[in-house]
């Protein structure tokens, strides 16, 4: 079992910046990608960003150039620097993991994790 433990979320004012951290522990093998997804109220659940194990990225075209994802490999952690907010931005904030449990084989298939969420307020 993996778990996804979120810490960082807050009220920020806009324009203000705000740091998620998703610290991944348990049994597993490895990490393949780790990423963040938000839900608004009324709205679906959509990526933000998201940081393979080797550090390709990929965002929303609404946050890029003012959210940046990074990763720890080592501590299993993947970081959302949130810089230039705005209103448009609260949502509840979801770490995702994508773990394989053992050594990938061509028969395997990772598994997929997520966070309890943590929420972010931008106020105008």
């Known amino acids: 079992q993996v778990q996804l433990v979120e810490s960082g979320g807050g009220l920020v004012q806009a324009g203000g910046s705000l740091r998620l951290s998703c610290a991944a522990s348990g049994s597993f093998f490895s990490i393949n990608t780790m990423g963040w997804y938000r839900q608004a109220p009324g709205k679906q659940r959509e990526l933000v960003a998201k940081?393979?194990?080797?550090?390709?990225?990929n965002s929303a075209d609404s946050v890029k150039g003012r959210f940046t994802i990074s990763r720890d490999n080592a501590k299993n952690t993947v970081y959302l620097q949130m810089d230039s907010t705005k209103p448009e931005d609260t949502a509840v904030y979801y770490c995702?993991?994508?773990?394989?449990?053992?050594?990938?084989?061509?028969?395997?298939?990772?598994?997929?994790?997520w966070g309890q969420g943590t929420q972010v307020t931008v106020s105008s």
């Open positions: 940081i393979t194990s080797t550090g390709n990225t």
């Open positions: 995702n993991a994508i773990v394989f449990m053992s050594r990938p084989t061509i028969t395997s298939s990772p598994y997929t994790y």
